[in-house]
């Protein structure tokens, strides 16, 4: 029900946009977002965007770089990463949840219960 795309290889300092399209029960997802795994090493938060309020959340890795934005009527949310560094080299997958989730637990990949196969990002030196 989520498809990623838009990994690549880029070099440092360059951009790349992530896309996350929803099908199925989409239209009932209250938040959606993106999560990344670096090789050998746990999933991590990148950054959440809740219909409910409008509001978007990131992590302070990304914070300043990375934008996440949203489609309503495609159904699909967007990760437009800048000033890539190769510390971003990941994995990044997509996330959704349908019912609402309070801002502290929006980080916790343990809340979402939808998540797309993936899409590498390498950014080389």
């Known amino acids: 029900q989520l498809q990623a795309s838009g990994g690549g290889l880029v070099q440092a300092g360059g951009s790349l946009r992530l896309s996350c399209a929803a099908s199925g029960r989409a239209a009932s997802f209250s938040t959606m977002g993106w999560f990344r795994q670096a090789p050998g090493k746990e999933r991590e938060f990148v950054a959440v965007?809740?219909?409910?309020?409008?509001?978007?959340v990131y992590s302070d890795s990304i914070k300043g770089r990375f934008t996440i934005s949203r489609d309503n009527a495609k159904h699909t949310v967007y990760l437009q990463m800048n000033s890539l560094k190769p510390e971003d080299t990941a994995v990044y997958y997509c996330a959704a949840r349908l019912n609402r989730i309070v801002l502290s637990s929006r980080r916790d990949a343990s809340q979402y219960a939808y998540w797309g196969t993936g899409t590498l990002v390498t950014v080389s030196s």
């Open positions: 965007y809740t219909w409910s309020d409008n509001s978007k």
